[in-house]
């Protein structure tokens, strides 16, 4: 017997199990002669921008830097801060990665302890954590058909979400901030942030039109005794980025992350600096997909002979919807102890702590770190951290297990003090995520013939009679070797997926 078949390659997106890994910091360095000297640490913040994200030889390698704000008062009860950079470089050897594979890496700094050994000189000591994601686009071999003489084959027609090789690219926005006449010009800058999000993607042949907004945030200190001032910017950008296997049908699951910014304060002919110069990197991820269709065989058996057939599990996935929802967590700090008097500033960073699909349920917690920069009861300067735990829950419609990888980020930030001494902050936090169904398919890769009869074949008897109990023509002709054509034929059933519970004629040739 020669079974004539036909292969297809099915693309699917495997994720590997995530792999969290701890990164020390050290840094000792000293502030310029321009800067004043250091009479007491506030703060020492820590943020981690990763910056490349590859696989080499089978391993992950990951590079970026820790900014270090060193928030300090000087001698004169002045509020000042210093930049310093500590580049680092990770390499991780997951198991089942691959070179081409997309790795995506969510930081989370640590405890990070700061002290003067000299008034000019600091060391910083501290760790953080990052958790690492491989994905890959694995394609599996399957047969779509099988045939000869006395061979009967179940063939699945499926409709998924077919990815295409996920795409990472680095944009650089360069501009220009001008304080204008109504804001003081800039004695010192204090903090400094940037952060990325997507307004729109579109897919033009094969590639994707990215819109998005870098939010630009600056606290600084103007000339004088005056309090801190913040500005927050906001420019636009558009990319265009090749993508292969993109479509017009294509569906994009797009983010984005500020992951370096360089403030260049521009000093006018008088000697004032009202306009500050910036460069702002940003990381654009692409996971794309588009409807299709595909039709693989499922089952098989002969009854003329014996068969080998060999199966894989098929992982399948289906865009079910996208989940873009602000969700508002509030909270009111204590400091009744007098810790804090005056607000200069309050700023915050969310976390995610956990992520899950339970059934059809998203269930994410995390946690928000609060910053707040201002003076005490005293009037001293103080720069206080405290942090809120936060949980979101979001049900799906719909039936069967989903997949989502949930990304938060803070919209917006408002407080005020309340009359008991503290603060009342609500933080607007935006919860995006695109979902998936998830379906597990045996298919056959393989099929051939086994010398000998099929075991329990009945080449006697015409016809058996049986009365079946909720099992499908299929499983029936399957075990009698017989053909589903010929059992639906002889007690007029339409279908041979057709569950039967009633008694029923099998034709045995």
Known sequence: ??????????????????VTCEQSI?????????????????????????????VRDGRVEIGGQAVLTLVYSDGDNSVNSFVHNCPFTKSLQIEGTVDGA????????????????????????????????????????????????????????????EPSEPVTKSVFIEDEISLGNNKPPVAKIIRSSASAVVTDCKTVGNKAVVKGDVRICILYCPA?????????EQRSFSQIIECDGLCEESKCECTANAVSLELHPKTSVDGEVRNIGFECKINIDILSFKD????????AFSSDCQIDAETV?????????????????????????????EI???????????????????????????????SDKDAAPCLIER?????????????????????????????????????????????????????????????????????????????????????????????????????????????SETVCNKMLLIPNN
Not at 224 to 232: E, H, Q, S, T
Not at 316 to 340: I, P, Q
Not at 346 to 374: E, M, N, P
């Open 26 to 54: 050290d840094a000792a360095f000293s502030l310029p002669d321009y800067y004043p000297e250091v009479s007491k640490i506030l703060k020492c913040i820590a943020e981690i921008n990763v910056q490349t994200r590859q």
């Open 102 to 161: 997309f790795v995506s890496v969510t930081p989370k700094p640590g405890l990070i302890n700061s002290k003067a050994t000299a008034p000019r000189k600091l060391e910083v000591h501290g760790s953080f954590t990052m958790s690492v994601s491989v994905m890959l686009l694995e394609h599996q071999k399957l047969l779509s058909s099988a045939g000869c003489d006395g061979l009967y084959t179940k063939v699945t027609d499926f409709d998924y979400a």
């Open 224 to 232: 004088g005794n005056g309090r801190p001032i913040l500005i927050n």
């Open 313 to 341: 599990t098929v992982a399948a996935e289906r865009m079910e919807e996208t989940v873009n929802e602000n969700y508002v967590c509030k909270k009111s700090l204590d400091f009744s102890d007098g810790a804090l008097g």
């Open 1 to 18: 017997m020669n079974i004539n078949t036909t292969e297809i390659m099915f693309p699917s997106l495997k994720k590997l199990p995530d």
């Open 387 to 495: 942090s809120i735990d936060y949980e979101y829950r979001y049900t799906v419609e719909g039936e069967g297990e989903i997949r989502c990888s949930p990304k938060v980020s803070v919209a917006a930030v408002n407080y005020s003090q309340n009359s008991d001494g503290g603060v009342d902050v609500a933080v607007e936090l935006n919860v995006s995520a695109t979902v998936f169904s998830a379906v597990t398919l045996k298919a056959l890769c393989k099929v051939s013939e086994v010398e000998g009869r099929p075991a329990g074949k009945d080449d006697e008897t015409a016809v058996t009679l049986y009365f079946a109990e909720g099992e499908t023509v299929w499983d029936i002709a399957k075990k009698y070797y017989a053909s589903p054509q010929k059992i639906c034929a002889a007690n007029e059933i339409e279908d």
């Open 344 to 374: 200069s500033d309050l700023w915050c960073r969310s976390f995610v702590d956990y992520a899950s699909c339970d059934g059809r349920d998203i269930l994410v917690k995390g946690t928000i770190t609060i910053w707040i920069l201002g």
């Open 292 to 299: 299709a269709a595909v039709s693989f065989v499922t089952d």
